[in-house]
């Protein structure tokens, strides 16, 4: 198998009520069984999933963490480890400064699996065109530094490749692996995005079959709070 991975440039700056499917088969030739990841920040300027902080005030978005969390894990100074009601744990409740206008904060989407939907069946009805669609955010990971982009929404892609059952390289009977699709996805995509470029969104081209179709959302990814050791 060999992936094709590039950003799609010259986009405008997304405001809320903007057609961010339009936009995307405006600025790129898209085929069938593409995969398009399109960056949180976008979809929730689309949708108006945005609210005012003061801009001289670097704690003033702190009441919208405690607003958008159903848990708070751990504190540290200023820094808010905390549970979403979409089931992400995650620095701030996700809630995002960069890339946004001064004096406003962005939050994630009400639903971005929806937000994934809505845009894949736009495309579909525009060009009759088959394609996955992710939708990307920057989280941390516990135990490592540094941060990588994970799926907050999918549609018409796996989610997960679970790979129980079959056969590894040298025969042996795979009991626990379940590959986590969308935010290899994700990350494979964010590479060629850019975190500083204003790309945002990047087309996944050249995967196999048995990547699509699937009814999957990204809940299914989230780790029940029964099976967590850390909880």
């Given amino acids: 198998m060999r992936l094709e991975i590039f950003p799609v440039e010259g986009l405008p ?23 398009v990841v399109v960056t949180q920040k976008i979809v929730s300027k689309a949708e108006g999933a945005m609210v005012a902080i003061d801009p001289d005030d670097p704690l003033s978005h702190k009441p919208f963490v405690e607003r958008e969390s159903v848990r708070i ?65 920057t989280f941390g990971r516990p135990w490592r530094r540094g941060v990588t982009d994970v799926a907050i929404g999918c549609a018409g892609v796996r989610a997960i490749l679970d790979l129980r059952g079959t056969p590894d390289a040298l025969g042996r009977t795979m009991q626990v692996t379940e590959v986590a699709l969308v935010d290899e996805l994700s990350a494979a995509a964010e590479l060629a995005m850019g975190k500083t470029t204003g790309c945002p969104v990047g087309i996944i081209r050249g995967g196999p079959d048995e990547w699509f179709g699937s009814s999957s959302v990204v809940e299914d990814i989230v780790r029940d709070p029964a099976d967590d050791l850390f909880r």
């Fill in 13 to 35: 700056e997304i405001t809320r009520g903007d057609d961010i499917a339009a936009m995307i088969v405006d600025a790129v030739q898209l085929q069938h069984h593409d995969i």
């Fill in 73 to 137: 894990l751990r504190r540290r100074g200023e820094l808010i480890i905390s549970q979403t009601k979409h089931g992400f744990v995650c620095a701030n409740a996700g809630i995002d400064l960069s890339n946004v206008a001064s004096g406003t904060a962005a939050l994630l989407p009400e639903d971005s699996d929806r937000s994934a939907r809505r845009i894949r069946d736009a495309i579909a009805g525009r060009h009759n065109i088959d394609v996955g669609v992710v939708i990307s955010d």
